[in-house]
């Protein structure tokens, strides 16, 4: 769901804390990873992707934790502000594509769809 327009539209404030198309599976990824330790270890995680003073949607560089595979999984996990910004963009074009989306000043029941 998050196609070229997503990429090409970025809001954050540095270029180093970008989603980017090349790494965006990754990142994906590392935050379901993040979700499983949370679920099956209870290792905390919100004050390192929790929104802060800055708008970065990746980390800006390795973070220090004391567990090294911990800082590798937030390093290529999105920030809250990150994980906002996909769900913001991806979830109306889903729904849209299941037709339980219509965007607004468009009629879901016109002949052409």
Known sequence: MCDGSFFDRPEATAERGLLKADSFRDSVAA???LRSRYVHTGTPFGNWI??????HETQLGLPVTGDKELGRIL???PTYVGLERVT????PRFAQSHGAYVEPGRSGSDENG
Do not use: F, M, V
């Not at 929790?50 to 708008?55: C, E, I, K, Q, R």
């Not at 913001?88 to 979830?91: K, M, P, S, T, V």
């Open 31 to 33: 935050a379901y990873d």
């Open 50 to 55: 929790g929104p802060g003073s800055t708008y």
């Open 75 to 77: 390093a290529k996990a």
């Open 88 to 91: 913001r963009h991806a979830l």
